[in-house]
């Protein structure tokens, strides 16, 4: 029996129960959406805003990343990601900065935080717990309180869902709960297909992992929409499955790391190429997809490729991510290693106390 098809095996090396935490990913998008809608709206005028960062690290800020994928047609102000300890330059009282720590102790973040605080921007928290919770309430700032408990990889729908559904309750884009609601519904319904006891020959997401184990995947992705979702299946192979795992973005790469594929030396066994495609890719990206699958294939590289799935824009995201999550688990368990702690990032954390 395979590995992957012992579900009794799988448990005793999940020991912390990573499986629950990704199968019950649609009700965390359920709940997240449920708790943010309670929250009162900030007091701010909406027209006063010029430009919205978010500012975090990892799993706290792949949720930004997302919303600023996912509206990358529709949202009419800039939208900027901050992984730093400093915002950019161009912030200032007409920004509104969404602040998003799960722990609420993340240093990078809280520097941030207090930057803008100092510059007077327009500020909503989001956090488990920590000093990010208590500086908040100290100066007032609205704060969704999400649930304490997750790696915050595993909590993107907290991360993720605050800050689309602000955004449409502040009227900067509509009709996204709709869409939110019905990518919920479809999650939910497409789960069963990866899980644990559904048998590797019927699971996409084992196969996958599978053709994954003992190599180096290399993610690709259209950036139009889908640039987060590779690095979203970068981020979570490297800290689920502890293995190394890169990914690059259709047509930038295209310029530069393209060349990297003339000269493998002996890797062309140990990579494997993954490419993510959806429907509604840019015309010029499908011609670039099917080229560079021809480059790699020719170097007798393994590549695999996959489209997503779904009625709608954010449903086809989260089909890809969904799928992601599973294929990181399953690479965890074949590479026999609880997916849940991240040894090396503790760690760093505490060298950096020191």
């Known amino acids: 029996m395979s590995l992957l098809d012992d579900p009794e095996k799988i448990k005793k090396i999940d020991a912390r129960n ?10 965390q998008l359920q709940h997240a959406l449920k708790i943010t809608q309670e929250l009162a709206l900030p007091s701010f005028k909406t027209d006063e805003v010029k430009n919205i960062i978010v500012a975090g690290m990892g799993g706290s800020a792949i949720g930004g990343d997302l919303v600023r994928s996912y509206l990358a047609d529709e949202l009419e102000l800039p939208f900027y990601i901050c992984r730093n300890y400093t915002l950019p330059h161009f912030v200032n ?3 509104l900065v969404f602040v998003s720590s799960y722990s609420g102790n993340t240093e990078e973040t809280l520097s941030a935080y207090r930057e803008a605080k100092k510059i007077g921007a327009k500020i909503i928290s989001v956090s488990s717990n920590g000093e990010l ?50 990518a ?14 559904k048998s590797s020959e019927k699971n996409k997401a084992k196969n996958i992992a599978g053709q994954l184990f003992g190599k180096i995947p290399i993610i690709y992705a259209g950036v139009d929409h889908f640039d987060a979702v590779a690095y979203r299946w970068k981020c979570q192979i490297c800290e689920n499955s502890k293995m190394l795992c ?15 594929w003339e000269i493998l030396s002996g890797m062309e066994e140990k990579i494997v190429a993954i490419m993510l495609k959806d429907q509604k890719d840019h015309p010029q990206i499908k011609k670039r997809i099917e080229i560079v699958k021809e480059i790699i294939q020719k170097k007798g590289v393994k ?4 489209e997503s799935e779904g009625e709608n824009l954010l449903s086809r995201i ?15 368990i074949l590479n026999q290693v609880d997916p849940t702690p991240v ?6 954390k505490t060298e950096l106390t020191k």
Do not use: C, T
């Not at 990573?18 to 009700?27: A, N, V, W």
């Open 18 to 27: 990573m499986y629950k935490l990704i199968y019950e990913f649609p009700s």
């Open 93 to 95: 009282k007409n920004s």
């Open 133 to 182: 919770l208590k500086l908040s309430e100290k100066n007032g700032f609205p704060f969704l309180k999400i649930p304490p408990g997750y790696p915050p990889r595993a909590a993107l729908g907290y991360s993720f869902v605050p800050i689309l559904v602000f955004l449409e309750r502040l009227e900067f884009v509509s009709e996204k709960i709709k869409d939110l609601e019905k």
């Open 184 to 197: 919920i519904d479809f999650l939910s319904s497409r789960r069963k297909k990866y899980a644990m006891e």
């Open 246 to 260: 890169f990914n690059n973005i259709f047509p930038e790469f295209n310029h530069n790391e393209l060349v990297g």
């Open 303 to 306: 590549l695999i490729e996959l």
């Open 318 to 332: 989260f089909s890809l991510i969904q799928l992601g999550d599973f294929v990181s688990y399953y690479l965890a």
């Open 343 to 348: 040894k090396l990032i503790d760690y760093l």
